[in-house]
């Protein structure tokens, strides 16, 4: 008798932990998404990849009053337009700024309500908020947006869920900034971008710092003259997410077998190609 009490413990215990342990499995397992190398190899789509001589070049975290319109007016002067991940407790707080990024050209897309971790399973919650966060930049710019990358890259079951039930397409991105810290410079989000991106790929860059080191956007802000020249000295054009897939491409890049475009990466100054 005394033996079957913790035997029969330990099955009760299975019964509720492994249907708990399945459910959290469920429900984070595609938030794997997130490392680079399973993305790139299950879901090029996902990474953004795209029209093989075009860089899609992106910009979360916005909108903020003071260092959005610095990257508007950067762009403006470079000729580039750009897709901004903008969240929805933001664009209602500043809407002039989201309505400024639209009538300047560029793509306004959903990076969610809030930028918050999503560790426990919230599928209703998820739904209600995204759609919340996609009629707050159509109640703003009066256009649908298309595209969502949820906070920190996380896409959970419930996000991929929500985000089919907004109509909105996620997408994450190939090569980053690592802009969000108090360490980073022009040279280094330079440096960053360019270790991982080649032609057809998507830049993750930051418009603001509200879960970054404060000022840290002025890295990112002073990186973009240098970085749209290495790209377009590679023959590649740049523009937004909507661009991406279908890129009318003015430049000319050598070709190489059976046609295929050869996209040299420009080198970094001061950066060895075999670093």
Do not use: K, N
């Amino acid at each position: 008798m005394p033996d079957s009490v913790p035997r029969a413990a330990t099955r009760r215990a299975a019964a509720v932990g492994l249907p708990l342990a399945a459910a959290a499995l469920a429900h984070v397992g595609p938030a794997a998404t997130w490392l680079p190398v399973v993305r790139r190899r299950l879901s090029p789509r996902l990474a953004g990849a795209g029209h093989p001589r075009h860089v899609a070049l992106t910009f979360d975290d916005g909108p903020d009053p003071v260092s959005t319109p610095r990257f508007l007016d950067t762009l403006d002067g470079l000729g580039v337009r750009a897709t901004f991940f903008v969240l929805g407790d933001a664009v209602v707080r500043h809407p002039g700024v989201v309505r400024e990024t639209a009538r300047r050209g560029h793509e306004v897309a959903v990076h969610g309500w809030s930028h918050d971790r999503p560790w426990l399973p919230a599928p209703a919650r998820d739904v209600r908020v995204l759609r919340r966060a996609v009629e707050a930049v159509r109640d703003v710019t009066g256009l649908t947006p298309q595209w969502y990358r949820p906070p920190y890259g996380i896409l959970t079951s419930g996000r991929w869920t929500a985000a089919r039930a907004a109509g909105l397409r996620p997408v994450l991105w190939t090569a980053w900034g690592r802009d969000w810290t108090a360490t980073a410079t022009p040279a280094s989000v330079r440096a960053a971008v360019e270790a991982d991106l080649g032609g057809g790929g998507t830049v993750l860059l930051h418009d603001a710092d509200r879960t970054a080191a404060p000022g840290c956007w002025r890295a990112s802000l002073g990186a973009l003259p240098d970085l749209v020249a290495d790209w377009r000295a590679a023959g590649l054009t740049v523009g937004p997410l909507a661009e991406h897939g279908t890129a009318v491409v003015h430049a000319t890049a050598p070709q190489g077998p059976a046609g295929s475009a050869v996209v040299p990466r420009p080198p970094v100054p001061g950066r060895s190609r075999h670093a």
